[in-house]
């Protein structure tokens, strides 16, 4: 089974790693709203954070949808 990172996890590997890029090209994350908390309120609030490190795309799953969707890293900046 393929490894997908949340939110939480995406977020608390930046900070560890001296706020660096974590993931490679090909590296899959994902955004359920049951992720939304207080460092993360919002899809909005968590894509402002990794448009800083990472070019990404939708991989499943759609925009606006309700529910877990994963997107893939295509670049990093």
């Not at 994902?30 to 939708?58: C, G, R, V």
Request: net charge neutral; no cysteine.
């Amino acid at each position: 089974m393929e490894n997908i990172i949340t939110p939480s996890q995406l977020i608390n590997n930046h900070a560890n790693n001296g706020n660096k890029p974590t993931l490679k090209i090909g590296s899959k994350f994902q955004w359920d709203p049951k992720y939304a908390s207080k460092e993360i309120p919002s899809f909005d609030a968590f894509k402002s954070e990794i448009e800083n490190f990472y070019e990404y795309k939708l991989v499943f799953g759609y925009e606006g949808a309700v529910g877990q969707n994963v997107y893939m890293v295509t670049g990093l900046k």
